[in-house]
């Protein structure tokens, strides 16, 4: 399978404990997304990535969370001092660069609990 | 980004046509439109994207009146598997999508 893969698919962690996310993209695309999707609504847009470049961070990506793309690969996003607000589905999607921007190509997502 | 509107939830049978129409009122020239799809515990699947007229691909059509300000995915024949949740999103290219809450569709047999 080509598609966008994530791990882990489940998270339980308690609060105050650190988590990292793993994301591998497509692997000609060079652009990266993280989404956050919580019940009954639709994914937010989290972070931004062309390459290895963060290029835009949402408001909603407090201090505790950071998300790297070193060589342009695969993705972590990492949650510190997790709360129970953090739980939630974390989405990562990937598209080719150029035009299309609209059709990005989602995983599986890992979800979070926090207890 | 321009607002969308679209229905909460729709009901649906097996072989049946299900249309399920997004308003975007405030719609702006370089806007395209686009649905996703999404099955529980999965990431949202591209489905469509058109700027007017008609757009077909192999799994719905797109229906753009002349001003725009309305579309409507129409799914033909849907069977069991059709049940998911359809995102319509209004946006020039962007790397950012805003999804709203979306349109739960449920298919009965």
């Known amino acids: 399978d080509t598609g966008v893969s994530q791990d882990p698919r489940h998270k339980i962690t308690k609060r105050g404990q650190n988590v990292t996310f793993r994301c591998d993209p497509i692997?000609?695309?060079?652009?990266l997304y993280w989404y956050r999707q919580t019940l009954g609504q639709g994914p937010e847009f989290l972070t931004y990535f062309q390459n290895e470049a963060q290029l835009e961070k949402s408001r909603l990506l407090s201090d505790r969370f950071s998300a790297e793309r070193p060589k342009g690969s695969f993705s972590t996003l990492e949650i510190q001092r997790t709360e129970q607000g953090d739980s939630a589905m974390y989405l990562c999607?990937?598209?080719?660069?150029?035009?299309?921007?609209?059709?990005?190509?989602f995983g599986p997502g890992t979800r979070l609990t926090v207890t | 980004l321009a607002k969308t509107t679209q229905p909460i939830s729709m009901d649906s049978y097996e072989g049946q046509e299900v249309n399920i129409t997004c308003s975007h009122n405030n719609i702006a020239t370089n806007d395209y439109i686009t649905w996703y799809q999404q099955f529980p515990s999965q990431g949202p699947r591209f489905i469509i994207q058109?700027?007017?007229t008609k757009v077909t691909n192999e799994v719905a059509s797109l229906f753009i009146p002349a001003d725009r300000k309305s579309s409507t995915l129409s799914l033909p024949r849907v069977s069991l598997s059709d049940t998911a949740v359809y995102y319509c999103?209004?946006?020039?290219?962007?790397?950012?999508?805003?999804f709203g809450a979306g349109t739960t569709v449920t298919v009965r047999a």
């Open positions: 999607a990937s598209s080719p660069g150029g035009t299309g921007g609209y059709e990005q190509y």
């Open positions: 692997s000609e695309h060079n652009r």
């Open positions: 058109g700027y007017k």
């Open positions: 999103l209004v946006g020039a290219y962007d790397y950012k999508l805003s």
